[in-house]
């Protein structure tokens, strides 16, 4: 069984950062590739950034240049880096796995909030 768990989020000024992580079961970070999507109130979820089993990334162009993905396939753990966050990254940010930058895959963590307010 696949399990994804996100941390990390939090309540943050804007132009502050925040880290997400998150931490999945087995080998699932170096096998699959990793989206992160984020899903803002009446908003549509999207996919932030991605990165492959081969390590190739993609980003939303919202946040690129902001956003770093990376992962840790020791401590099967991706993360995502967000930094000089603005009110509209405020939303419910989650890890996926199994997809491609395209499609999301089979699996989902429950979730992190990020709420950037003044």
């Known amino acids: 069984q696949v399990q994804l768990v996100e941390s990390g989020g939090g309540l943050v000024q804007p132009g502050g950062s925040l880290r997400l992580s998150c931490a999945s079961s087995?080998?699932?970070?170096?096998?699959?590739?990793i989206g992160w999507y984020r899903q803002a109130p009446g908003k549509q979820r999207e996919l932030v950034a991605f990165?492959?089993?081969?390590?190739?990334?993609n980003y939303a162009g919202s946040v690129k240049g902001r956003f770093t993905i990376s992962r840790d396939n020791a401590k099967n753990t991706v993360y995502l880096q967000m930094n000089s966050l603005k009110p509209e990254d405020t939303a419910d940010y989650y890890c996926?796995?199994?997809?491609?930058?395209?499609?999301?895959?089979?699996?989902w963590g429950q979730g992190t909030q990020v709420t950037v307010s003044s």
């Open positions: 996926n796995a199994g997809g491609t930058a395209t499609f999301p895959g089979l699996y």
């Open positions: 087995g080998s699932i970070v170096s096998i699959y590739g």
């Open positions: 990165i492959s089993s081969s390590g190739g990334t």
